[in-house]
């Protein structure tokens, strides 16, 4: 059974940094990418950074050049480092493993952890 956990989360001022933890296991395939994405209240989940499985990263433009995501295999854990951080940047952020099937791609998620930066 794939199982998601993250950690890290907080209340932190502009311009300070966070990294985030998300903690994987049951994932049996090497054919899978990993990914966080967020949810600010009101807005809808939007995607922020993935790693594939070729370790390539992609990045939404909005983070590029301040977040970077990190998959440590030895552990099972994938972080997201996250820097000059900006009250845009609020919302309960998402640990997300999309997996190769028999039945095709399937995306797992964890709980989330919250991260706040006021205005």
């Known amino acids: 059974q794939v199982r998601l956990v993250e950690s890290g989360g907080g209340l932190v001022y502009p311009g300070s940094s966070l990294n985030l933890r998300c903690d994987y296991s049951?994932?049996?395939?090497?054919?899978?990418?990993l990914g966080w994405f967020r949810q600010a209240p009101g807005k809808e989940r939007e995607w922020v950074a993935s790693?594939?499985?070729?370790?390539?990263?992609n990045y939404a433009d909005s983070v590029k050049g301040r977040f970077t995501i990190i998959k440590d295999n030895v552990h099972g854990a994938v972080y997201l480092q996250m820097n000059r951080l900006t009250p845009e940047d609020s919302g309960v952020y998402f640990c997300?493993?999309?997996?190769?099937?028999?039945?095709?791609?399937?995306?797992?998620w964890g709980r989330g952890t919250q991260v706040t930066i006021p205005s």
């Open positions: 049951g994932i049996v395939t090497s054919d899978y990418s």
């Open positions: 997300n493993a999309r997996i190769v099937e028999f039945q095709g791609p399937q995306d797992y």
């Open positions: 790693i594939l499985r070729d370790n390539s990263e």
